[in-house]
């Protein structure tokens, strides 16, 4: 009876380790499972799906998959991934939302619980509308927002401490609205959130700029600014402080492994990461996203989250929200 139950055991529940001659003969990487840990669509998705493209493309890996984990602002995903403690064939795309989602979530798990592989990328946040949207500068937009706040909604694809809440959240600060009066409508990713954007269920919304440039090219979106220090190529819109409100932020994207690897499986997916980080496909994706290359491997990456826990935490503090 043992041995049948263990049996329908491995049938009902493959594992996620794929065997294989890259399970530690060779010193590379050649399958690989990446973990979303929110919808498609989502910046995560868009990011992973784009590097194990570029991955597979550079012929760096013979299979990536990809697969979609999402709830509760990441943190399931979070979840699944310290749970699959020594799994070298795992890895997950997450950011800063997760960062803030362990913390308004409550989550027991936390990013410290990880193995850091690589920080990819840096991109602002824009603001956007629907095209037949009555706003068409970010200045008519916050006149409409402090006159009532409770009914001009925003939309984000973060949990509460994501950067697609933080955004709106500290421009509401710097306009001197209380973000406690914020009504924010949180989606499972900037997929989800479009649909309400175009249908104007939400009076603007805040999200990567990577995420939108299909439907920004093609008029249906109206960006009335950008969160980054600068104007972003490609993109017809002001910076929040050109705009006259004095924000500017930055999201950002990395990679983490389970905890307990080895430290042979560690150093294969740094050195993966690092070898795409050069290949053309990579730089091709970079330019075409909007996206700000920001790598930082192994304990770079460390450092940073360490410091992006703490700076996090004090950021939802000041605003009331921790």
Avoid: C
């Amino acid at each position: 009876m043992a041995v049948a139950t263990a049996v329908l055991a491995v049938l009902l529940v493959p594992p996620l380790l794929t065997p294989g001659a890259d399970s530690g003969e060779t010193s590379q990487v050649r399958t690989l499972r990446v973990l979303v840990p929110n919808q498609p669509g989502g910046g995560y998705d868009i990011t992973a799906r784009t590097a194990a493209k570029a991955m597979e493309d550079a012929d760096l890996l013979r299979n990536a998959e990809v697969f979609n984990l999402p709830g509760a602002g990441g943190t399931v995903g979070l979840g699944r991934t310290v749970g699959e403690r020594g799994n070298g064939k795992l890895i997950m795309s997450m950011g800063l939302g997760v960062v803030g989602a362990v913390y308004t979530n409550k989550s027991p798990n936390s990013l410290l619980d990880t193995t850091p592989i690589a920080k990819l990328i840096e991109e602002p946040d824009i603001v956007v509308v629907s095209k037949d949207s009555p706003y068409t500068s970010l200045q008519q937009l916050v006149d409409a927002w402090k006159a009532n706040p409770g009914t001009v909604t925003v939309g984000g694809g973060s949990a509460p401490g994501g950067p697609d809440h933080m955004a709106p959240m500290l421009m509401a600060k710097a306009v001197g609205l209380q973000p406690k009066t914020v009504n924010y409508i949180q989606f499972d990713g900037g997929g989800e959130l479009l649909a309400s954007v175009l249908g104007g269920k939400v009076a603007f919304g805040v999200s990567g700029v990577g995420e939108y440039r299909d439907q920004i090219k093609a008029g249906t979106l109206r960006v009335l600014a950008v969160t980054s220090g600068k104007r972003v190529d490609g993109i017809d819109a002001p910076t929040l402080k050109e705009s006259g409100v004095d924000v500017e932020f930055a999201n950002w994207r990395g990679i983490v492994a389970p905890p307990g690897i080895t430290q042979t499986d560690r150093d294969k997916l740094v050195d993966l990461l690092g070898r795409m980080h050069r290949t053309p496909q990579w730089a091709e994706a970079l330019q075409r996203n909007g996206w700000t290359d920001a790598f930082a491997p192994g304990e770079g990456f460390k450092t940073f989250l360490d410091n992006e826990n703490k700076r996090v935490a004090t950021v939802l503090k000041d605003l009331g929200l921790a």
